[in-house]
T-cell receptor
Protein backbone atom coordinates (compact mmCIF):
# COMPACT_ATOMS: atom_id res chain seq x y z
CA UNK A 1 0.00 0.00 0.00
CA UNK A 2 0.93 3.63 -0.33
CA UNK A 3 3.13 5.07 2.39
CA UNK A 4 3.03 8.55 3.85
CA UNK A 5 5.60 9.59 6.40
CA UNK A 6 5.74 12.52 8.80
CA UNK A 7 8.66 14.08 10.55
CA UNK A 8 9.10 14.57 13.39
CA UNK A 9 6.81 12.08 15.11
CA UNK A 10 6.77 14.29 18.18
CA UNK A 11 8.14 17.68 19.12
CA UNK A 12 8.21 19.81 22.25
CA UNK A 13 8.85 23.52 21.89
CA UNK A 14 8.71 26.71 23.89
CA UNK A 15 5.90 29.19 23.49
CA UNK A 16 6.66 31.74 20.79
CA UNK A 17 8.88 29.52 18.68
CA UNK A 18 8.07 28.08 15.26
CA UNK A 19 7.87 24.41 14.40
CA UNK A 20 8.02 22.78 10.97
CA UNK A 21 6.34 19.45 10.27
CA UNK A 22 7.08 17.51 7.08
CA UNK A 23 4.74 15.20 5.22
CA UNK A 24 6.18 12.96 2.52
CA UNK A 25 4.61 10.52 0.13
CA UNK A 26 7.28 7.84 -0.09
CA UNK A 27 6.21 5.71 -3.01
CA UNK A 28 3.79 7.85 -4.96
CA UNK A 29 3.24 11.37 -6.18
CA UNK A 30 0.64 13.61 -4.62
CA UNK A 31 -0.38 16.93 -6.12
CA UNK A 32 -2.74 17.40 -3.20
CA UNK A 33 -2.14 16.80 0.48
CA UNK A 34 -4.38 17.50 3.44
CA UNK A 35 -3.48 18.68 6.92
CA UNK A 36 -5.63 17.74 9.89
CA UNK A 37 -5.53 18.47 13.59
CA UNK A 38 -6.85 16.09 16.19
CA UNK A 39 -7.41 16.85 19.85
CA UNK A 40 -7.63 14.00 22.38
CA UNK A 41 -10.74 11.86 21.92
CA UNK A 42 -11.98 14.19 19.22
CA UNK A 43 -12.48 14.00 15.50
CA UNK A 44 -9.96 14.92 12.84
CA UNK A 45 -10.50 18.51 11.79
CA UNK A 46 -9.35 19.53 8.32
CA UNK A 47 -7.10 22.57 8.53
CA UNK A 48 -6.03 23.09 4.95
CA UNK A 49 -5.58 21.58 1.55
CA UNK A 50 -2.04 21.76 0.21
CA UNK A 51 -1.61 22.04 -3.56
CA UNK A 52 1.69 21.46 -5.31
CA UNK A 53 2.92 24.62 -6.95
CA UNK A 54 0.14 26.85 -5.69
CA UNK A 55 -1.24 28.38 -2.54
CA UNK A 56 -2.89 26.24 0.09
CA UNK A 57 -6.62 26.44 0.73
CA UNK A 58 -7.46 27.00 4.38
CA UNK A 59 -10.63 26.00 6.20
CA UNK A 60 -12.73 28.62 7.88
CA UNK A 61 -11.28 29.66 11.20
CA UNK A 62 -7.73 28.50 10.44
CA UNK A 63 -5.22 31.35 10.41
CA UNK A 64 -3.14 31.10 7.25
CA UNK A 65 -0.43 33.36 8.68
CA UNK A 66 -0.05 31.13 11.70
CA UNK A 67 -0.12 27.80 9.91
CA UNK A 68 2.13 28.19 6.88
CA UNK A 69 1.89 25.47 4.29
CA UNK A 70 4.36 24.85 1.48
CA UNK A 71 3.92 22.11 -1.11
CA UNK A 72 7.20 22.45 -2.97
CA UNK A 73 7.27 19.10 -4.74
CA UNK A 74 5.03 16.20 -5.68
CA UNK A 75 6.18 14.26 -2.63
CA UNK A 76 6.60 16.86 0.10
CA UNK A 77 4.34 19.26 1.97
CA UNK A 78 5.35 21.16 5.07
CA UNK A 79 3.29 22.75 7.82
CA UNK A 80 4.97 25.44 9.91
CA UNK A 81 3.28 26.49 13.13
CA UNK A 82 4.54 30.01 13.71
CA UNK A 83 4.75 31.62 17.14
CA UNK A 84 3.34 28.50 18.73
CA UNK A 85 1.29 28.74 21.92
CA UNK A 86 0.10 26.04 24.34
CA UNK A 87 -3.32 25.98 22.68
CA UNK A 88 -1.62 24.83 19.47
CA UNK A 89 -0.62 21.61 21.22
CA UNK A 90 -2.29 18.83 19.28
CA UNK A 91 -1.81 15.83 17.02
CA UNK A 92 -1.20 16.95 13.44
CA UNK A 93 -1.84 14.45 10.67
CA UNK A 94 -1.39 14.72 6.93
CA UNK A 95 -2.96 12.65 4.20
CA UNK A 96 -2.69 12.33 0.45
CA UNK A 97 -4.55 10.61 -2.34
CA UNK A 98 -2.26 8.81 -4.76
CA UNK A 99 -1.94 10.40 -8.18
CA UNK A 100 -4.12 8.50 -10.62
CA UNK A 101 -6.31 7.01 -7.91
CA UNK A 102 -9.62 8.29 -6.68
CA UNK A 103 -9.21 11.10 -4.19
CA UNK A 104 -11.57 9.14 -1.98
CA UNK A 105 -8.78 6.82 -0.92
CA UNK A 106 -6.56 8.90 1.30
CA UNK A 107 -3.34 7.58 2.78
CA UNK A 108 -2.58 9.04 6.17
CA UNK A 109 0.74 9.74 7.79
CA UNK A 110 1.50 8.50 11.31
CA UNK A 111 0.95 11.95 12.80
CA UNK A 112 3.08 14.45 14.71
CA UNK A 113 2.45 15.16 18.36
CA UNK A 114 3.16 18.84 19.11
CA UNK A 115 3.48 20.01 22.68
CA UNK A 116 4.00 23.72 23.31
CA UNK A 117 5.23 24.62 26.78
CA UNK B 1 -24.02 21.71 6.91
CA UNK B 2 -22.35 18.32 6.54
CA UNK B 3 -22.31 16.36 9.78
CA UNK B 4 -21.19 12.94 10.97
CA UNK B 5 -22.25 11.38 14.28
CA UNK B 6 -20.89 8.09 15.52
CA UNK B 7 -22.30 5.88 18.26
CA UNK B 8 -21.54 4.55 20.71
CA UNK B 9 -18.55 6.61 21.84
CA UNK B 10 -17.01 3.51 23.34
CA UNK B 11 -17.82 -0.17 23.09
CA UNK B 12 -16.46 -3.00 25.21
CA UNK B 13 -16.81 -6.52 23.88
CA UNK B 14 -15.69 -9.97 24.86
CA UNK B 15 -13.66 -11.83 22.28
CA UNK B 16 -16.10 -13.48 19.87
CA UNK B 17 -19.00 -11.18 20.79
CA UNK B 18 -20.26 -9.68 17.51
CA UNK B 19 -21.62 -6.13 17.39
CA UNK B 20 -22.16 -3.08 15.18
CA UNK B 21 -20.96 0.50 15.16
CA UNK B 22 -23.21 3.24 13.84
CA UNK B 23 -22.45 6.28 11.73
CA UNK B 24 -25.24 8.75 11.00
CA UNK B 25 -24.61 11.45 8.46
CA UNK B 26 -26.10 14.46 6.75
CA UNK B 27 -24.55 15.73 3.57
CA UNK B 28 -25.77 17.82 0.68
CA UNK B 29 -24.55 15.33 -1.90
CA UNK B 30 -22.72 12.14 -0.96
CA UNK B 31 -19.45 11.62 -2.77
CA UNK B 32 -18.56 8.70 -0.53
CA UNK B 33 -18.66 7.37 3.01
CA UNK B 34 -15.37 6.15 4.45
CA UNK B 35 -14.39 3.94 7.35
CA UNK B 36 -10.95 4.12 8.95
CA UNK B 37 -9.23 2.38 11.83
CA UNK B 38 -6.97 4.42 14.09
CA UNK B 39 -4.64 2.97 16.68
CA UNK B 40 -3.47 5.18 19.57
CA UNK B 41 -0.85 7.72 18.53
CA UNK B 42 -1.05 6.78 14.85
CA UNK B 43 -2.69 8.05 11.71
CA UNK B 44 -5.92 6.51 10.40
CA UNK B 45 -5.75 3.39 8.26
CA UNK B 46 -8.19 3.16 5.36
CA UNK B 47 -10.75 0.35 5.53
CA UNK B 48 -13.66 0.95 3.15
CA UNK B 49 -15.36 3.40 0.82
CA UNK B 50 -19.10 3.11 0.18
CA UNK B 51 -20.72 5.14 -2.55
CA UNK B 52 -24.42 4.36 -2.67
CA UNK B 53 -27.25 3.08 -0.48
CA UNK B 54 -27.39 -0.68 -0.39
CA UNK B 55 -23.68 -1.13 -0.97
CA UNK B 56 -21.76 -3.50 1.28
CA UNK B 57 -18.05 -4.24 1.64
CA UNK B 58 -16.20 -6.82 3.69
CA UNK B 59 -12.69 -7.25 4.97
CA UNK B 60 -11.86 -10.11 7.29
CA UNK B 61 -14.13 -9.72 10.36
CA UNK B 62 -15.46 -6.33 9.25
CA UNK B 63 -18.45 -5.57 7.08
CA UNK B 64 -19.65 -2.08 6.20
CA UNK B 65 -23.14 -1.27 4.97
CA UNK B 66 -24.73 1.98 3.80
CA UNK B 67 -28.21 3.48 3.75
CA UNK B 68 -29.27 6.99 2.77
CA UNK B 69 -28.85 8.23 6.33
CA UNK B 70 -26.40 5.95 8.08
CA UNK B 71 -23.71 3.34 7.82
CA UNK B 72 -22.96 0.38 10.01
CA UNK B 73 -19.66 -1.33 10.63
CA UNK B 74 -20.38 -4.89 11.70
CA UNK B 75 -17.68 -6.75 13.59
CA UNK B 76 -18.08 -10.52 13.60
CA UNK B 77 -16.36 -12.57 16.30
CA UNK B 78 -13.90 -9.80 17.21
CA UNK B 79 -10.43 -10.47 18.52
CA UNK B 80 -8.36 -8.34 20.91
CA UNK B 81 -6.31 -7.07 17.97
CA UNK B 82 -9.46 -5.43 16.61
CA UNK B 83 -9.31 -2.99 19.52
CA UNK B 84 -8.91 0.51 18.06
CA UNK B 85 -10.87 3.65 17.30
CA UNK B 86 -13.03 3.33 14.22
CA UNK B 87 -13.63 6.57 12.33
CA UNK B 88 -16.41 7.29 9.89
CA UNK B 89 -16.14 10.14 7.40
CA UNK B 90 -18.14 11.54 4.50
CA UNK B 91 -17.15 13.47 1.45
CA UNK B 92 -19.62 15.64 -0.39
CA UNK B 93 -19.84 16.19 -4.09
CA UNK B 94 -18.71 19.78 -3.69
CA UNK B 95 -15.01 18.94 -3.58
CA UNK B 96 -12.23 17.11 -1.76
CA UNK B 97 -13.31 17.97 1.75
CA UNK B 98 -13.90 15.04 4.10
CA UNK B 99 -15.83 15.41 7.37
CA UNK B 100 -14.91 13.00 10.14
CA UNK B 101 -16.97 11.73 13.05
CA UNK B 102 -15.51 11.61 16.54
CA UNK B 103 -15.03 7.87 16.34
CA UNK B 104 -16.02 4.80 18.34
CA UNK B 105 -13.39 3.38 20.66
CA UNK B 106 -13.62 -0.39 20.57
CA UNK B 107 -12.13 -2.56 23.30
CA UNK B 108 -12.12 -6.32 22.82
CA UNK B 109 -11.21 -8.38 25.85
CA UNK B 110 -9.76 -11.85 25.57
Amino acid sequence: GAVVSQHPSWVICKSGTSVKIECRSLDFQATTMFWYRQFPKQSLMLMATSNEGSKATYEQGVEKDKFLINHASLTLSTLTVTSAHPEDSSFYICSAPREGESTDTQYFGPGTRLTVL
Amino acid sequence: EDQVTQSPEALRLQEGESSSLNCSYTVSGLRGLFWYRQDPGKGPEFLFTLYSAGEEKEKERLKATLTKKESFLHITAPKPEDSATYLCAVGDTGGFKTIFGAGTRLFVKA
